[in-house]
């Protein structure tokens, strides 16, 4: 086995990564309501009631005014703060039928054209990404 | 007497079955990630493998947040393509071994890993495209299949030690199987990638490849990187990686590489791709 940690440091390492959203345990009790309405869009029918008035379909769910709003926007950093979980939110970015490197590329705040340039010369390098606090 | 004859590690990227599927592998963005697969897809045709056991992740489509199991097994006679959202995939529907599935539920559940059985489920693009990288687009899959499904989504995700003792386990329990199977295990998901935040993009060559490295041989420091290391080292969703050590796991001490692929990019990721074999050592017992 390995050996028992301390669950409040190992916790709070996530918050040193620059610019990453780890789905911890509180994110993921702040966002159930969320990602179960994402989920919902699965289904067909769901897709259509939801295309026809999104915010009527969002008033049928237990989402925080925030929430809402953020979904309205679109905007995936938002969300992934307010508990949401990128898997979930896929299922909102499908069904408004952008690929993951669309949906992908609006969180980092990159022109689709450059982050798919970035992803052909290799990726984003790690380096100086790793952590806030010590900066490799 | 059931016995694991290989092991196999993959990416299994959405994007590979959507060009798989829309006949794209030849186009020369898809050509350099499928070109890798051809030397395994000829082997597996020799293998022959009458069961795979492949460990993957669903992807919010079988499972939601309602129910999170850490480990769960499929013991069902079959499991249909699910529908992500666009349509299932037009794949083979994939066949288990409930009888072997079974047999290993009880053995892991009494070598205390505390598994989730499931007896009706839809696999996603997490189990079947592994299956097409594989064996390609046949009529109908070529082995049957015992779906492991991993939550490597909801932290915490099991550890990469627990994940290699898993796959210890379950080579216990495939050796205690009294039929005469030849069964490979399969680790997917990763490597480096990162879907969510302004970090998005990340890919980490090195480590990479440092990681398929030490895939090889007897070393099992695999087994010790903590979470922390995966989400700086390889994007929020390298963590996936947990997955290859339950294969890694399965193979026993020491491991010989047939085949190794590494490609960078395939949508957001890099495909990393690895066959192993077992190497029974004089003064192994098993």
Known sequence: MTPPRDIHQYLAEFDDIPGTRVFTAARARQGYHLNQFAMSLMKAENRERWKANERAYLDGWKLTEEQKQAVLDRDYNRLLDLGGNIYF??????TDGQSFLQAVSTMSGMSLEDYQAMMLAGGRSPTGLRSLKDKY | MARITAGVATSHIPALGVATDLGKTEEAY???????????????????????????????????????????????EEFQPADEGWGPRKVPV??????????????????????????????????????????????????????IAVNVVTYPPPSGNRCWALGEAIARAVASFPEDLNVQVWGTGGMSHQLQGPRAGLINTEWDNR???????????????????????????????????VMRGALGRTTRALHRHYHVPASNTAVGHIVLEPITELGDTE
């Open chain 1, 89 to 94: 939110m896929a299922k909102v970015f499908s």
């Open chain 2, 30 to 76: 898809w050509k350099p990630a499928f070109a890798g697969y051809e030397w395994t897809k000829a082997w597996e045709a020799e293998q022959k493998p009458d069961v795979v056991i492949l460990v993957y992740n669903d992807h919010a489509s079988a499972f939601d947040m309602r129910v999170i199991p850490t480990f769960a097994i499929g013991c069902a």
């Open chain 2, 94 to 147: 994939v066949h288990g071994h409930p009888d072997l599935a079974w047999h290993i539920a009880q053995s892991l559940i009494l070598d205390e890993f505390d598994m989730t059985i499931i007896n009706e489920m839809d696999v996603d693009h997490g189990l079947t495209v592994p299956l097409s990288m594989m064996f390609g687009q046949p009529d109908q899959w070529p082995a049957k299949v015992i779906p």
């Open chain 2, 211 to 245: 990681f398929l490295d030490r895939l090889e041989g007897n070393t099992d420091a695999l087994r010790h990187i903590p979470h922390i290391e995966y989400l700086r080292e390889t994007g929020s969703e390298g963590i996936e990686m947990v997955m290859w050590l």
